[in-house]
């Protein structure tokens, strides 16, 4: 089914990341809570990787729940980091390239995470953060669970508001690409770019700006907008001609994954 008619019909939920990234829940396991609760669409969005999407989509076949192949891609735009969800990808050698270098940096920009912590006096290894990556890519979330696990802090929103967070003293910059980038890997895919949570951006004109850009569509609907940022960005959308999407960007059981759409 195309994208347009599945928004159109609801009860989708189109931004869910899994252990393949920072997410808590393997593929199959987000698939699983979704037909838990009826949801019959989904988008696997892991950020920078694909690795998620087989076992989600062999279990959507055995559940009934349609399972969109997608990604989250990390780029950035005057300063402001701006996330990409790319829809109905396919796997090209261009983009495996690109993510396999952005997944090689990660693993670099984690080991210099972690010696920050320990020059800070807080001693974390990277067995320790292995332990909540369960074998899979390391991602900032992981990390803040070993500070914790350890003892150096409440939580892990504590972690990123004291360490982690862009700005702090153990932040490492991520490498990422330019908006255009982005969108060009994805569509070169045959797949949908879309403008992930604008509200994180903090700044409409910018927004607007990147709505000038190659994107399809705009996410509207996010489990941190708000009734009236929903309407201010579906605003935006039918300004620019824009898809409009949705998705709660579940992570873990603090969040609750979605039932979006005109219903």
């Given at each position: 089914?195309?994208?347009?008619?599945?928004?159109?019909?609801?009860?989708?939920?189109?931004?869910?990341?899994?252990?393949?990234?920072?997410?808590?829940?393997?593929?199959?396991?987000?698939?699983?809570?979704?037909?838990?609760?009826?949801?019959?669409?989904?988008?696997?969005?892991?950020?920078?990787?694909?690795?998620?999407?087989?076992?989600?989509?062999?279990?959507?076949?055995?559940?009934?729940?349609?399972?969109?192949?997608?990604?989250?891609?990390?780029?950035?735009?005057?300063?402001?980091?701006?996330?990409?969800?790319?829809?109905?990808?396919?796997?090209?050698?261009?983009?495996?390239?690109?993510?396999?270098?952005?997944?090689?940096?990660?693993?670099?920009?984690?080991?210099?995470?972690?010696?920050?912590?320990?020059?800070?006096?807080m001693t974390i290894t990277e067995k320790?953060?292995?332990?909540?990556?369960?074998?899979?890519?390391?991602?900032?979330?992981?990390?803040?669970?070993?500070?914790?696990?350890?003892?150096?802090?409440?939580?892990?929103?504590?972690?990123?508001?004291?360490?982690?967070?862009?700005?702090?003293?153990?932040?490492?910059?991520?490498?990422?690409?330019?908006?255009?980038?982005?969108?060009?890997?994805?569509?070169?895919?045959?797949?949908?770019?879309?403008?992930?949570?604008?509200?994180?951006?903090?700044?409409?004109?910018?927004?607007?700006?990147?709505?000038?850009?190659?994107?399809?569509?705009?996410?509207?609907?996010?489990?941190?907008?708000?009734?009236?940022?929903?309407?201010?960005?579906?605003?935006?959308?039918?300004?620019?001609?824009?898809?409009?999407?949705?998705?709660?960007?579940?992570?873990?059981?603090?969040?609750?994954?979605?039932?979006?759409?005109?219903?």
């Amino acid at each position: 089914m195309e994208l347009h008619k599945i928004i159109r019909n609801g009860r989708f939920d189109l931004h869910l990341h899994t252990t393949a990234s920072d997410g808590s829940l393997s593929p199959s396991e987000v698939v699983e809570k979704a037909a838990e609760k009826g949801i019959k669409t989904i988008a696997i969005t892991d950020h920078d990787t694909m690795d998620g999407i087989k076992e989600a989509m062999e279990a959507g076949k055995k559940l009934n729940v349609n399972v969109i192949p997608g990604i989250e891609l990390s780029t950035k735009y005057k300063g402001k980091n701006i996330d990409i969800l790319g829809y109905q990808i396919h796997e090209s050698n261009e983009l495996l390239e690109v993510l396999k270098k952005i997944r090689d940096y990660r693993e670099n920009r984690a080991q210099l995470i972690v010696k920050k912590f320990c020059e800070l006096g807080m001693t974390i290894t990277e067995k320790d953060v292995q332990k909540h990556s369960h074998g899979e890519v390391i991602a900032r979330p992981h990390i803040a669970k070993a500070v914790v696990e350890n003892g150096y802090a409440k939580n892990t929103q504590e972690v990123f508001d004291l360490y982690l967070g862009d700005g702090k003293p153990c932040a490492v910059d991520k490498m990422v690409l330019s908006p255009d980038e982005g969108i060009r890997l994805i569509h070169n895919t045959g797949g949908i770019a879309v403008l992930a949570h604008p509200i994180l951006i903090q700044d409409d004109l910018i927004v607007e700006e990147l709505m000038q850009l190659s994107f399809d569509g705009i996410e509207v609907w996010h489990r941190k907008h708000q009734p009236e940022d929903v309407i201010r960005y579906k605003g935006i959308g039918k300004k620019y001609n824009k898809l409009i999407t949705g998705g709660s960007d579940y992570h873990n059981d603090d969040h609750t994954i979605g039932d979006f759409g005109f219903h």
